[in-house]
């Protein structure tokens, strides 16, 4: 393989990897702070996607850009704030497993809502000529798209790192995932921290639904999936129980994806692709369940 | 292990009446279920299809608990047994010559297999039940979020692979022409088999050891309880139970694709979602509660598609559903059924000495 074949592979793990990171990020946020898996967080996106259908349509063009982000990422954040309130409040004290089935079932009630509005069918969202715009540097050719995917994962990263480690929200958020419980006894209100988890967690899903909807070129009930879907197994790669093993973990999916995209198209294979990611899934929660970043224990010590 | 361990064994002799007594748990779901059929086969052919469609949901949904309901082990990816029964039944039923045009890569003795149908339903248990087996060794080691998480995985990675194998299923165009021979009688007969096993099961050794394991894993653990065992066990069984759905289903429909046993962006929840619906609903530790939840939920669905024809406005029945189990997993999280099994309702008090079913709903009085 020439040098610029590999950078270019390297680029685009970087890409992908930045994407998956970002959604990776905000189902590890979920579950350090209430052992949520939330499979409704695909939902978040959805609505941002569908938030991006309505400016277009309705509204303005896209072309005043900056409206346009501040709207998608204020929808995500509603939605997100709502499931909070109406749907997981009530069911906080149970076990995990009932929680999964609750998001599960948070999840197939909005992408049927979803469908319901506008149609199973993918609607064209008209968001100008980013999607298309590349650079290139001799052979290598990098997209447009993805060089701002891996600076707004940059910005949200650094933006994210100095609110935990910097405000007193921060603080109690980080004593929160550590220790729920002893958290809240020393005075930690269990409420504003759960909320503002799903805050940031919408943030960063309509983050993910405009550069979703920058790829695809079209919002469609199905497009909240495949993210969630990679985000998770990103974060079962990286480590559920830490914020830097999310990032690990997307950045590692990325590399691995393009990886798998190589090598198996050499046996003419490169269909299975997914196939093998959900292996990995599987291997690693049997041979490594604490990820490839290793954070505070949350099995039950006997 | 103890061989000796379970006191709560089905009774031996008594008068034919004390049998009922102690029985009524499966008597009372298994004679609601034979009602509420006979009561559609008077009706229109249309509620007659609609009752065959809940049965074979029933099937799923016996299957499903025999695995989540005796474990208190979430599967997500109990859909993926319905897909290999679907299509080893279709393999062995369909149409000799459609098949050999349409799958033209497919090795030979798939081709030209043109078995009877009993055969073909028994097989359509076996394939799914050896490859639970395999996959029972990584998955049954792991408990609660993680065996979620990779059951889901083990979804999407067979998903993929169905319908990615062009050569072989077709990938995502319809297989068709499989014999249809699912009717009403011949799905209540299966019903009226399986429903039984899953109560012997839950009731035996097997059973109750393994629903030690979900009320205390560790108090199990201490007593000599192999929990790897004892989930593998109703693993494989259920994973036969929902191929013969699965077999029904393309024995039902007549033509089956990956979208209609997988998740994905077409799918929107399907049957994965629908089954755990069923049986959450009802109530996830009890017998009762995968009949009644499966009646429940197949009653207000199949009223909502009519609804649906009316209006041609789809997926209304999806958006329904997902609000009761919302609704039930925030007010009443343990089901309809509260996790109880149906018991005799005049019983003496010998009876209640001994509730014959879950740990978890001994004393049964409210």
Redesign the interface.
């Known amino acids: 393989m020439d040098p610029s074949e590999v950078a270019q592979n390297a680029i685009d793990a970087a890409a992908r990897g930045s994407f998956l990171a970002l959604v990776a990020l905000g189902v590890a946020l979920l579950f350090g702070i209430m052992n949520l898996v939330n499979f409704a967080y695909g939902e978040v996106i959805l609505a941002g996607g569908y938030a991006m259908l309505i400016f277009t349509t309705w509204f303005l063009d896209a072309s005043v850009w900056p409206l346009l982000i501040i709207w998608t990422v204020v929808v995500a954040i509603v939605f997100a704030l709502a499931q909070e309130r109406l749907a997981f409040r009530p069911v906080r004290h149970a076990d995990p497993t009932t929680m999964l089935v609750t998001s599960f079932a948070v999840s197939v009630l909005l992408v049927n809502i979803a469908i319901v509005v506008w149609s199973g069918l993918a609607r064209p969202v008209e968001i100008g000529g980013v999607t298309l715009e590349q650079f290139t540097a001799g052979e290598i050719r990098i997209r447009k798209l993805d060089v701002i995917t891996l600076g707004a994962a940059a910005f949200l990263l650094l933006s994210l790192t100095a609110f935990l480690k910097r405000t007193s929200l921060g603080i109690q958020m980080r004593a929160a995932s550590e220790d729920f419980r002893m958290s809240q006894l020393l005075g930690v209100p269990a409420n504003r921290v759960i909320a503002t988890a799903f805050f940031i967690a919408g943030i960063l899903a309509g983050s993910v639904a405009l550069i979703t909807v920058g790829n695809q070129g079209s919002s469609s009930p199905g497009m909240g999936l495949f993210p969630l879907i990679f985000g998770l197994v990103a974060v079962v790669l990286g480590g559920m129980t830490s914020l830097i093993g999310a990032v690990v973990g997307g950045f590692v999916l990325g590399g691995l994806i393009v990886g798998l995209e190589q090598g198996l198209a050499t046996y003419g294979m490169e269909r299975f692709r997914d196939a093998f990611v959900f292996l990995a899934v599987i291997v690693m929660l049997v041979f490594r369940p604490q990820g490839l970043v290793v954070g505070r224990a949350i099995r039950e010590r006997v | 292990m103890s061989e000796t361990g379970t006191s709560t064994r089905l009774p031996v002799g008594g008068s034919l009446g004390s049998l009922g007594v102690r029985l009524w748990p499966l008597l009372a779901p298994a004679g609601l279920t034979i009602l509420i059929s006979l009561l559609a086969l008077m009706g229109s052919e249309v509620l007659e299809r609609k009752a065959t469609f809940m049965l074979i949901n029933m099937v799923f949904v016996l299957g499903l608990y025999t695995f989540v309901g005796n474990s ?1 082990v ?1 599967s ?1 990816g109990h859909a993926t047994f319905m897909a290999l029964g679907a299509y080893t039944f279709a393999f062995m039923t369909a149409n000799v010559r459609v098949k050999n045009t349409t799958l033209p890569d497919a090795p030979g003795f798939l081709r030209d297999a043109d078995i009877a149908t009993w055969q073909a339903v028994a097989l359509a248990a076996i394939v799914p039940a050896v490859f639970a087996l395999i996959v029972a060794l ?2 049954m ?2 408990n ?3 065996a ?3 059951t ?3 979804l ?3 998903g ?2 169905v319908s ?1 194998w062009q050569s072989l299923t077709g990938g995502n165009t319809a297989f068709a022409a499989i014999r249809r021979e699912t009717d009403l009688y011949y799905a209540l007969v299966i019903v009226v088999v399986l429903m039984p096993l899953v109560y012997l099961y839950q009731q035996s050794r097997f059973g109750l050891r393994l629903r030690g394991t979900r009320e205390d894993l ?1 108090a199990s653990r201490s007593l000599g309880i192999n929990t790897v065992r004892e989930r593998t066990i109703a693993w494989v069984i259920s994973a036969a139970i929902v191929g013969i759905a699965g077999a029904m289903y393309a024995g039902f429909n007549g033509t089956i694709d990956p979208s209609q046993f997988f ?4 799918s ?2 399907g049957v994965t ?1 629908l089954t ?2 069923m049986l ?1 609903v009802g109530g996830i530790s009890s017998l009762a509660g995968a009949v009644v939840g499966t009646i429940f939920l197949s009653g207000i669905a199949e009223a909502l598609r009519e609804v649906e024809k009316a209006t041609d ?4 029945t ?2 329904v ?3 009761i ?2 609704l039930t ?2 007010l009443r ?1 343990r089901g309809i059924t509260g996790g109880r099994e149906i018991y005799w309702p005049f019983r003496r008090e010998q009876t209640m000495r001994r509730p014959a079913a879950a740990p978890s709903a001994a004393g049964t009085s409210e």
């Open positions: 208190g979430l997500f990584p998955l080691r792991l609660g979020l993680a979620g998480i990779a889901l995985a083990m999407f990675a067979v993929v692979i990615q560790l998740l994905g962006a077409r929107a929840g979602f755990i619906a959450v406005q789809r997926h209304i999806e958006v559903l997902a609000l189990l919302l997993l925030i999280p």
